[in-house]
């Protein structure tokens, strides 16, 4: 684009004359900044120039010494509503007799250190230009503007510009392109700017590509033809930003149970979507906090309690959440999602396009292909989705009545779309305070709800969600997320951290990783699993990382450097050492991976472990729909050599194991389902040490070290003995939840508090998957603050392996901030772990 100027006024000859070049880093580049500095500058009189570079915002502005010194003072004072300043630098020059401020040209002069901004909810300007008859973009389904719309997830390489994006395709109209090019226009150099007339549109077709709707028919037409289809109960998959959706109305048990068969997706929760703050209200409770979160430039899916609709009102399905009391909720956040809602039609669900265990699907040819016996209809578009990025995940509660004192909790369960990849900083927690010339760390993050991390400097850069690596489409889309990272953050690693697992795939892939590219050789650096899950809640709560802080970490699997399989620890540590000072007394896994999907395996375990060989003969009473799954692991616990049954002191497996106890679960068909079911059972506002927990639930807790490590353990058997005799009277599956959940937060509240006297340490973090339960987080942390302890909790990241990735970076940096040579000492071994040990004992999970 050519240079854009315009002179500047109010310069007179013979005044003084100052000139100084500024340069911006941050959140800069997407984001309206250049537009901003040159209003400013024109303001002020200013003569001079501004343009994105490959670190940011550079710009060099002439004039007055009051009004340059002004200028520079009010950069930083109200910036562009996405923009976020990190740094500014500013030189003094010499005048050089400038006339006329301008927009120059982008330059590539350097390795990329500017950020990439997330995708962004459509704005209120643009809402009402689409709902607008008068206005031409009255309906268009990519209206956006520099304050919204799609920037990650069309983004190729840097600067953000449009021909280095997926818009580079669509040539603008005269009209768009006056807008593009008018520095005092809300679309000033909005690279997705597009309208009706010149940029992408939708069709509709079925799954044996019969077009409904072809392109040139119109948004009227397309989203008429939808809405008809969705309320008569047709699936539908529309691709939107960061992938596909599955959607179909929400109001109608038929269609969700129609949907959820075609999937394979028999219990976990669905999302949904309405069209605005008004329609989501109707189903599910929207507090201050909520209302805010909802309508954020992130709109992520909230998770918020559901309400009775108003009289004679549309209720959201049952089968939305089987026995749930929450309901995940969004906001239409394109205009392409808000054109499928009418009066009648006010909840979408709105999942992942995908089949199980697979990525999100992206583009056309791959939901011809993938989604046929699941999708009845497709909603496509010819902008193509460079990088996938997932719906973002939070779980909120506000303040019950009568503890209006007590902060809203909220509780990260996926970061990604309108946060990734936006960096974090975590300086604070970085040896050196996060020296920029430290080495760049990959992260490999965990096999399960799968993100990397990238750490450059202060700033860690989490991928989007990636899920599960167990296929290889998601290794493939690893390596395409990765890549793309490195492009736009213009890194490659130094270090390579990753989980010792030795069967983890994405472990094996970190060997692939350290040694790739000519001439370059990054180090290994293993990270266990439970101390990478408290590094990451110290990095997210910005605690030093030298300080000292007792971490609760529970979660369902995660190799130990015994050798078997830990998930509920009680552990002393720093971001690059730790010790382990309490944690589950183990109990056999019988079957390993199968057991994390057959919870009566892990009751009949437990039950054999407390009880003895007495203990499952009276399950298989209780349960006999699967009496002989249970006969069978007593018969194999019961052999003298119990081959294929893993030690494993796993927090997500005793969930598991009373979860099938009050025959809530056979089988968990989404990880997490008998811990979610067992949690549901409880009163939402419930305190779990509000009244004093009977004697026969509580669990046994060893005065003293009683493991090979020097820690302590405690085991649920007084718990399971009455637990049992409870089940078998007759009483409630809620009654025995609670009296669960009392015990389980009673043994790790003692233990960190017994740790806490004994070591002085008066931090406590919380993570790991347990602790998205609300009622155990705010029940221990309540309790530990009673006893005078200070409790840190994940805020921006998930407690579940998504935030895996952040700890293993920081670990990784204090371990090698001495040389690669530290990283053994900490792990006591070996800093390269890779490969069949006697650690491959365990569950892959």
């Known amino acids: 684009m050519a240079d854009l100027a315009r002179d500047a006024p109010g310069r007179q000859a013979g005044y003084p004359v100052a000139r100084r070049r500024v340069r911006v880093t941050g959140l800069v580049q997407g984001v309206g900044f250049r537009p901003y500095v040159y209003r400013l500058a024109s303001d002020l009189g200013l003569a001079g120039w501004v343009l994105n570079s490959a670190i940011g915002v550079l710009a060099e502005v002439e004039g007055t010494p009051s009004a340059v010194e002004a200028f520079v003072g009010q950069l930083v004072q109200?910036?562009?509503?996405?923009?976020?300043?990190?740094?500014?630098?500013?030189?003094?020059?010499?005048?050089?007799?400038?006339?006329?401020?301008?927009?120059?040209?982008?330059?590539?002069?350097?390795?990329?250190?500017?950020?990439?901004?997330?995708?962004?909810?459509?704005?209120?300007?643009?809402?009402?230009?689409?709902?607008?008859?008068?206005?031409?973009?009255?309906?268009?389904?990519?209206?956006?503007?520099?304050?919204?719309g799609p920037r990650y997830t069309i983004i190729r390489e840097l600067p953000y510009d449009r021909p280095l994006t997926s818009m580079a395709s669509f040539r603008m109209c005269p009209a768009c392109w006056r807008e593009y090019d008018d520095p005092r226009d809300r679309r000033f150099h909005a690279q997705p700017n597009a309208c009706p007339a010149c940029g992408p549109k939708v069709w509709?077709?079925?799954?044996?590509?019969?077009?409904?709707?072809?392109?040139?028919?119109?948004?009227?037409?397309?989203?008429?033809?939808?809405?008809?289809?969705?309320?008569?109960?047709?699936?539908?998959?529309?691709?939107?930003?960061?992938?596909?959706?599955?959607?179909?109305?929400?109001?109608?048990?038929?269609?969700?149970?129609?949907l959820r068969a075609r999937k394979r997706r028999p219990a976990k929760p669905l999302a949904v979507m309405a069209p605005d703050l008004e329609a989501a209200a109707r189903h599910v409770e929207v507090g201050p906090e909520a209302a805010r979160l909802l309508a954020s430039p992130a709109?992520?899916?909230?998770?918020?309690?559901?309400?009775?609709?108003?009289?004679?009102?549309?209720?959201?399905?049952?089968?939305?959440?089987?026995?749930?009391?929450?309901?995940?909720?969004?906001?239409?956040?394109?205009?392409?999602?808000?054109?499928?809602?009418?009066?009648?039609?006010?909840?979408?669900?709105?999942?992942?396009?995908?089949?199980?265990?697979?990525?999100?699907?992206?583009?056309?040819?791959?939901?011809?292909?993938?989604?046929?016996?699941?999708?009845?209809?497709?909603?496509?578009?010819?902008?193509?989705?460079?990088?996938?990025?997932?719906?973002?995940?939070?779980?909120?509660?506000?303040?019950?009545?009568?503890?209006?004192?007590?902060?809203?909790?909220?509780?990260?369960?996926?970061?990604?779309?309108?946060?990734?990849?936006?960096?974090?900083?975590?300086?604070?927690?970085?040896?050196?305070?996060?020296?920029?010339?430290?080495?760049?760390?990959?992260?490999?993050?965990?096999?399960?709800?799968?993100?990397?991390?990238?750490?450059?400097?202060?700033?860690?850069?989490?991928?989007?969600?990636?899920?599960?690596?167990d296929s290889v489409e998601a290794l493939e889309a690893y390596r395409e997320t990765l890549a793309r990272y490195f492009v736009l953050l213009?890194?490659?690693?130094?270090?390579?951290?990753?989980?010792?697992?030795?069967?983890?795939?994405?472990?094996?892939?970190?060997?692939?990783?350290?040694?790739?590219?000519?001439?370059?050789?990054?180090?290994?650096?293993?990270?266990?699993?439970?101390?990478?899950?408290?590094?990451?809640?110290?990095?997210?709560?910005?605690?030093?990382?030298?300080?000292?802080?007792?971490?609760?970490?529970?979660?369902?699997?995660?190799?130990?450097?015994?050798?078997?399989?830990?998930?509920?620890?009680?552990?002393?540590?720093?971001?690059?050492?730790?010790?382990?000072?309490?944690?589950l007394a183990p109990v056999p896994l019988p079957g390993g991976d199968l057991a994390a999907r057959r919870p009566a395996r892990c009751a009949a375990a437990h039950l054999y472990r407390?009880?003895?060989?007495?203990?499952?003969?009276?399950?298989?009473?209780?349960?006999?729909?699967?009496?002989?799954?249970?006969?069978?692991?007593?018969?194999?616990?019961?052999?003298?050599?119990?081959?294929?049954?893993?030690?494993?002191?796993?927090?997500?497996?005793?969930?598991?194991?009373?979860?099938?106890?009050?025959?809530?679960?056979?089988?968990?068909?989404?990880?997490?389902?008998?811990?979610?079911?067992?949690?549901?059972?409880?009163?939402?506002?419930v305190d779990l040490f509000a009244e004093e927990l009977p004697e026969r639930y509580r669990f046994r807790l060893a005065e003293t070290a009683e493991a090979d490590d020097g820690s302590r353990t405690f085991d649920p058997s007084p718990f399971f003995r009455a637990a049992l005799e409870d089940v078998e009277a007759g009483c409630s599956a809620a009654s025995v939840s609670l009296r669960f959940h009392q015990a389980f937060a009673a043994a790790l509240v003692e233990t960190a508090t017994r740790a806490a006297h004994e070591t002085g340490v008066r931090h406590v973090v919380l993570s790991g998957g347990t602790f998205q339960n609300v009622v155990l987080v705010r029940s221990i942390r309540r309790a530990l603050a009673r006893r005078g302890l200070e409790v840190f909790l994940h805020r921006r990241v998930p407690p579940n392996d998504g935030g895996l990735s952040l700890g293993q970076a920081v670990a990784a940096a204090w371990m090698t901030r001495g040389g690669v040579r530290d990283a053994s000492r900490a792990l006591g071994g070996d800093s390269r772990v890779l490969g069949r040990s006697r650690q491959d004992r365990g569950p892959g999970r």
């Open 78 to 148: 109200n910036p562009p509503p996405l923009a976020r300043i990190d740094r500014v630098e500013v030189t003094s020059l010499e005048p050089v007799g400038e006339t006329g401020f301008v927009i120059r040209t982008s330059a590539a002069d350097g390795p990329a250190r500017t950020l990439v901004p997330p995708d962004v909810a459509f704005c209120p300007a643009c809402r009402a230009e689409v709902s607008d008859p008068r206005d031409r973009r009255y309906g268009y389904p990519f209206t956006n503007c520099t304050d919204c």
């Open 204 to 258: 509709v077709e079925d799954l044996e590509g019969r077009v409904l709707c072809p392109p040139e028919a119109g948004s009227a037409v397309w989203a008429a033809e939808v809405r008809r289809l969705l309320r008569e109960g047709a699936v539908v998959a529309v691709k939107g930003i960061g992938g596909l959706h599955l959607a179909c109305d929400a109001c109608s048990e038929e269609a969700v149970a129609r």
């Open 299 to 469: 709109a992520p899916v909230v998770i918020l309690p559901r309400r009775d609709p108003p009289a004679g009102g549309r209720r959201a399905a049952e089968g939305l959440g089987p026995g749930s009391a929450t309901l995940g909720v969004m906001l239409a956040y394109t205009p392409l999602h808000l054109a499928l809602f009418e009066e009648g039609l006010d909840l979408l669900v709105m999942t992942s396009a995908n089949r199980s265990g697979l990525p999100i699907v992206r583009d056309a040819e791959t939901a011809r292909r993938d989604l046929r016996g699941i999708a009845d209809f497709l909603v496509l578009h010819d902008r193509d989705i460079v990088n996938r990025c997932e719906d973002s995940v939070l779980r909120l509660v506000e303040a019950p009545s009568g503890l209006k004192t007590e902060p809203p909790l909220l509780i990260p369960v996926r970061r990604s779309r309108g946060y990734a990849p936006s960096p974090l900083d975590v300086g604070p927690s970085l040896p050196g305070a996060g020296d920029k010339a430290a080495a760049v760390i990959l992260a490999a993050g965990a096999e399960m709800k799968n993100t990397f991390c990238l750490l450059r400097g202060s700033e860690a850069f989490p991928s989007p969600h990636i899920g599960e690596m």
């Open 490 to 583: 213009g890194v490659r690693p130094d270090v390579v951290a990753y989980d010792p697992h030795p069967r983890y795939l994405v472990s094996r892939e970190a060997s692939h990783l350290a040694g790739e590219g000519p001439g370059h050789t990054a180090a290994l650096v293993p990270v266990w699993h439970h101390h990478a899950h408290l590094v990451s809640c110290l990095a997210d709560a910005g605690l030093p990382g030298d300080e000292e802080v007792i971490g609760l970490i529970c979660d369902g699997t995660g190799l130990g450097p015994d050798g078997t399989i830990w998930g509920a620890e009680v552990l002393l540590a720093t971001a690059h050492s730790f010790r382990r000072l309490g944690h």
């Open 610 to 685: 407390w009880l003895g060989p007495d203990g499952p003969p009276r399950l298989a009473r209780l349960r006999p729909a699967v009496r002989r799954e249970i006969e069978a692991v007593a018969a194999l616990l019961g052999a003298p050599d119990a081959a294929g049954a893993p030690l494993a002191s796993s927090s997500g497996r005793l969930f598991d194991a009373v979860a099938a106890l009050v025959g809530l679960v056979e089988e968990n068909t989404y990880e997490g389902q008998a811990a979610v079911e067992l949690g549901e059972l409880l009163e939402p506002g």
